[in-house]
């Protein structure tokens, strides 16, 4: 298959050299129009990621891990856009490349990352350009990191961390994650209650002081 491309190519290569000039102008007239053209058609690139279950290891193992596959094949595209901005040059590149997730993100600090994300060539001058096309792929590796690791803490509900006073223990507190369901759970436990008690109607306050009454008991 590979010798049988180069022979075409070859053989393209001949045919446009033997037209003679005046083809040859117009070959050059149509790379002009060409390059107009792909001038006119900028980048707008929006990548989606999925912030859900997906992610989580111990649910659904994978090597090489399913947030590190993600972040692979967003450096694709960023190479995409890198070589966009090398045919067409600083003046004429105006892409734009963004970061959404589903679900949406409740943690403060993944959005504020997000935000790094966000290229906006067309507002940029031509020395930000160059400063953003050095530090594009590092900045989305290392902040689409930031964005994993931060959301595998947010649904883990306790985390370890070193004791301040002594080196061999460990201090475990919630995370967002865990403050979030304590608060979900402090509201499921309220409702019940109350459509439980809803039962007792009138009587409910004399249920109330009855068991404190026996609260309060103490055997003899």
């Not at 033997?18 to 050059?28: A, C, H, L, T, V």
């Not at 990191?145 to 507190?173: M, N």
Request: without cysteine.
């Amino acid at each position: 298959m590979k010798k049988y491309i180069l022979i075409v190519l070859v053989i393209s290569s001949f045919f446009v050299i033997s037209r003679g000039s005046k083809d040859n102008s117009q070959i050059e007239e149509n790379k002009k129009t060409t390059v107009k053209k792909d001038i006119k058609k900028q980048l707008n690139i929006t990548f989606l990621l999925d912030l859900s279950d997906r992610i989580e290891p111990n649910k659904y193992p994978a090597n090489p891990q399913h947030w590190e596959r993600d972040i692979a094949i967003i450096n694709e595209f960023v190479q995409v856009f890198k070589a966009d901005l090398m045919k067409k040059k600083n003046f004429h590149f105006k892409g734009k490349m963004k970061v959404l997730f589903s679900p949406v993100p409740k943690d403060a600090g993944i959005n504020e990352i997000a935000q790094k994300l966000e290229v906006n060539s067309a507002v940029m001058k031509p020395a930000e350009k160059t400063a953003m096309y050095r530090e594009l792929e590092h900045s989305f590796t290392e902040n689409l990191k930031s964005i994993y690791k931060k959301t595998l803490e947010t649904k883990q509900y306790v985390e370890r961390l070193p004791h301040r006073i002594d080196g061999r223990a460990r201090s475990v507190r919630l995370t967002g994650g865990g403050l979030e369901l304590v608060n979900k759970a402090v509201m499921a436990v309220e409702e019940v209650d109350l459509q439980f008690f809803k039962a007792l109607g009138l009587q409910q306050d004399n249920f109330v002081r009855e068991l404190q009454v026996l609260s309060n008991f103490t055997p003899e």
